[in-house]
């Protein structure tokens, strides 16, 4: 089931007129122009749902703008049989383009062929990359944003001491990207010892709960290492077994914010957040009408990591409350007259790693 953010990419009155299922877009009355499919892989984390909001808005905006006759929108709750089962029946739709933010980087391989088969471009976005060289690609620097997040907390600990790594979810490109880049980061600083690596998903709860297990066996530690979405549960999990604020850099969790917010009111504490920018969400669907309509765009686009300051972070907890997690809002415009400035050429050349 999709989230309600996600439902409502969809008109759920119209939906419901034509007994059709509500995941699936609902087409104005001879409306005319392309038809987007949209698969969500996973829906379990704030930063997911800033995304779906994102997906949500732009997929609004084309709507406003007749742009789209119709888009399906699925949900593959984090399953890659039921993502290639979804792509399969948007291939026998016929829709104008598909888009996928990938739960496997091979398992969806065949289906992707299929597509180019039936002739109907696909981009992949988020969480990729694919291994197929097939489909374009929307993703960040995993390896590159990730490998700055952690030297800056590295040179916080003065380049000495024990860290705890909590990773996310494993199987995807983007937690092998951000591992890669942990790693680089790390041959620099031999003083720094990491005495345990976890899971978390990109979900403080899942986070927290990990922690918490790993902690009674662990000497102290002196710095939490995270992808993005696992520092705040974590601190949780140290609050709760009565150990220190540990050297820590965020994911742009609203959470998160907050807690460096009240923090820096107390004691003067100041860090950095960053992380991939849900805002990537509106930037694939734009890039998808771009395919869909026939234009032309680079194979392969980084989107912009988003950082947060301290001097920026009253305002990003503003706009992020009610949904979980910082993000920006590209327009169409915008996203349109950025696409070649952003392409990366070849995988290696965009820091993904596979």
């Known amino acids: 089931m999709l989230t309600s953010r996600a439902k409502r990419l969809v008109i759920a009155a119209c939906a419901l007129a034509l007994g059709a299922s509500v995941l ?18 996973f829906a379990n984390n704030t930063w997911n749902q800033a995304l779906i909001h994102e997906v949500d808005t732009a997929v609004g905006n084309l709507q406003a703008r007749h742009e789209v006759a119709d888009v399906k929108v699925e949900n593959a709750n984090n399953d890659v049989s039921s993502q290639v089962s979804q792509v399969q029946d948007m291939i026998l739709n016929r829709v104008s383009a598909i888009l996928i933010q990938p739960t496997s980087t091979a398992g969806l391989n065949g289906v992707i062929t299929s597509a180019q088969r039936a002739h109907i471009p696909v981009l992949v976005f988020a969480e990729g990359p694919v291994t197929s ?8 620097d995993f390896s590159g944003g ?27 490109g983007a937690d092998a990207g951000f591992e890669h880049g942990t ?22 709860s899942i986070s927290e709960d990990a922690v918490q297990k790993a902690l009674p066996g662990l000497p102290p530690v002196q710095g939490i290492i995270d992808q993005g979405g696992e520092a705040y549960g974590a601190l949780q999990a140290f609050a709760a077994d009565g150990r220190g604020v540990p050297a820590v850099e965020g994911g742009n969790r609203t959470n998160f914010l907050q807690w ?19 805002g990537i969400g509106a930037a694939a669907v734009y890039e998808g009408y771009q395919l869909a309509t026939g234009k032309t765009v680079p194979k392969r686009v980084n989107f912009p990591y988003l950082t947060i300051p301290q001097n920026q972070l009253d305002a990003y907890i503003k706009s992020s409350e009610g949904i979980g997690c910082a993000f920006t809002d590209p327009a169409l415009d915008y996203v349109v007259s950025h696409l070649s400035a952003w392409s990366c050429g070849s995988k290696a050349d965009c820091g993904w790693v596979q």
């Open 24 to 41: 699936s877009g609902c087409a104005t009355a001879g409306a005319s122009g392309p038809v987007l499919g949209i698969s969500i892989g």
């Open 260 to 278: 460096w917010q009240q923090q820096h009111a107390k004691t003067g504490f100041t860090t950095i957040s960053s992380e991939m920018d849900p």
């Open 146 to 172: 990730q490998e700055q997040r952690i030297e800056y907390l590295l040179k916080q600990m003065h380049g000495r001491g024990n860290v705890l790594s909590i990773r996310g979810t494993a199987g995807t």
């Open 183 to 204: 790693q680089d980061a790390l041959r620099k600083y031999p003083g720094i010892k990491v005495v345990n690596t976890l899971y978390g998903d990109w979900d403080d």
């Open 133 to 140: 060289t097939v489909p374009y690609e929307l993703e960040s």
